[in-house]
């Protein structure tokens, strides 16, 4: 037969040191992990406010200096002054000049186109500007309405311009200086000049709404990603939080469904071990083997206990029972006799019912003993007991020893004429056995016995003693009417 292998089971300490080990390093790897999380998030966050947010506030001040070039412009267009006007187209171009590229083409490009076209401008609004005052300066002797008309829209350039066939067709004092078709050329190229300014200034303006534009979705292009990042983030955040989460519930689930059924249930099972020791220590019980060592060793020691309380138990039975046991004849000895005795009269007053008391005596039994010896007389004391045992068969009913050489039969719950019936049969059967010595088979030995009995509904008055004064009394006068008879008390 394969020798059987021994189970080897893990113990519970080091499973618990384990278990800890686990979850500690878990944690360290979880917190490790959130740190390098966190930090990662913290680098972000820092890059995004070092280059992100100032490349916005760049932005921000790139659309700033664009409005303040364009209101730049209009005052170039419109200044009169010379001085000013280079003022203001220095002032633009500063104001170009610190434009902030970030290496971005289409802004380095626009942004040269931009101040070509202001110098472009300026250049242009100079060259009317001189035009103007010399024109103007050479009509200013003259007094001809007509010439003053002509200085009046001279002067209001560039608000006004002048077109063809506004100016009048003679000039009076004017066309002896010069023709008329002259002057008129004149005028309508410096309101010309007008015209181009007007074109180049819609056309720059055009360039700035363009890099004005340009950098408004340049800056909502750099909120957007800005927004994203911290939108990804969170998210991962997110996600890490509800992994995390999720792996630490998971794992405690796991952990009590295990703990569940390797430790909880093993320990109610052992406690519902030892109370079934204590509730039913007639029987040895057996318990399931259990996962973890400690656990099963336990187990181990209560079945071993068990076995000892049901050893214990039925030891003390045997004890008990000798205890109440006649050695020589097997029947109830003088102790337990009192104690049914006691108990029957107890039942019977309850339920008003009848008990009836025998006393039984051998008789001549001294003789028998003197003449056969005490063997013979210890064998034939058996056999009558045998014989008075054979009636007890109703729950209550007892034959015991009560000394020497007589007998006592309770029988409780019996109507009188059954008790005479039974004393007759005990008396008869007694009288009719033949006793053989065991040594020597032709002799046989026939023995009769005296009876008194007591019967009665016992009330309170009554004690076991009276009781069984009255039987002995009645047993008295069956010796004294002869022997081998029976007489009531
Ligand atoms: N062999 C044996 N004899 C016993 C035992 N117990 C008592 N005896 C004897 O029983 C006898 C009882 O004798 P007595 O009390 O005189 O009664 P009896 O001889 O039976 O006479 P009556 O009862 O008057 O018929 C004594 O000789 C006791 O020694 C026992 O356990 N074994």
Redesign the pocket.
Known sequence: MPSKRPIIRPKLSVTVLVVSLVFVVMFLVSVGFSLGLLRGITAKTQETSQELLPELVHTQNNLLKIEQIRSYIDLIYWVQNGNLERNYRLESQVLIHSFLFENDPFLASEASNILHDIREIASIRQLQRTLQREAIQALNEFTDPNVIKVRGLLSALPQREIREGQLPSTFGQLTALSSFAEIEQRILFISDLNRQLDWMLIDTKARLERVSTYLNSDAALKAQTLATDIGTDIERITQYSVFFMSVVVLLFLFLFFVFKNTLLRPIQSLVAGLKAIEQQGNKTIMLKPLFFKELDTIRESIEDYSGLVFRMQKANQELENLSRIDG?TGLANRRYLDEILHEEMNRAMRHQHALALLMI???????L?DQYG??V??HC?KVIAQIIKGYTQRTGELAARFG??EFTLILPEIAHPDVWRIAESIREECSQTAIYLENDFSISIQMTV?IGFVHQVVDVTDDAEALLKKADQALYQA?ASG?NCVREG
């Open positions: 020589l005596d051998i008789d001549h039994f001294k003789g003993n005490h063997q007389g210890d004391l020497g050489e005296s010796k022997r």
